[in-house]
């Protein structure tokens, strides 16, 4: 996506599926607090079919599990489980994603217009 900065010193891992949206940062490595020219390291793990929303920041050591979303412009600092969406900065829990809607019942003309396969995958 445009705009993306991959900082990958410490080494980047972004699972089949998952979604990066323009201006997201994943960042690996920092500055030694005392030592400014050292570089210290650790792995940034994002899981299989996470959706890392637009200008979100992800920081040095931080896993996003499987399907989880992180907002716009959040800056996640801790690790974020499966299933889960946070938002902000520091990004916080609000929700799980909820279980998908019942197929059989369609929409109101009020929902949302959605583009592509619909949530039924048809
Ligand atoms: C995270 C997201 C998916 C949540 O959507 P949602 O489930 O519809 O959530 P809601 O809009 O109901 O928001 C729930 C709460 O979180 C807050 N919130 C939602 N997204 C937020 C964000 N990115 N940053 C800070 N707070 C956010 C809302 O203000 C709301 O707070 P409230 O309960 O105090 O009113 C969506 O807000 C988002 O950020 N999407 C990313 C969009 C994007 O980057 N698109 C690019 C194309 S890939």
């Not at 920092?30 to 890392?52: F, M, S």
């Not at 637009?54 to 996003?64: E, K, N, Q």
Request: glycine share 12%; net charge negative.
């Amino acid at each position: 996506m445009p705009g993306c900065l991959m900082m990958s010193a410490g080494g980047i891992t972004i699972d089949d599926g998952a979604l990066i949206a323009a201006n997201v940062q994943l960042i690996s490595n920092n500055h030694d607090l005392y030592e400014r020219q050292v570089i210290t390291c650790k792995p940034v793990h994002i899981g299989k079919n996470a959706w890392i929303g637009a200008g979100a920041t992800i920081l040095p050591g931080v896993t996003v599990g499987d399907n989880a979303v992180v907002g716009a412009a959040s800056v996640v600092t801790r690790d974020v489980e499966a299933d889960m969406i946070v938002v902000g900065n520091p990004a916080r829990f609000i929700k799980r994603i909820p279980p998908r809607p019942d197929c059989a019942v369609r929409g109101h003309a009020d929902e949302p217009i959605q583009l592509g396969l619909d949530s039924c995958g048809d």
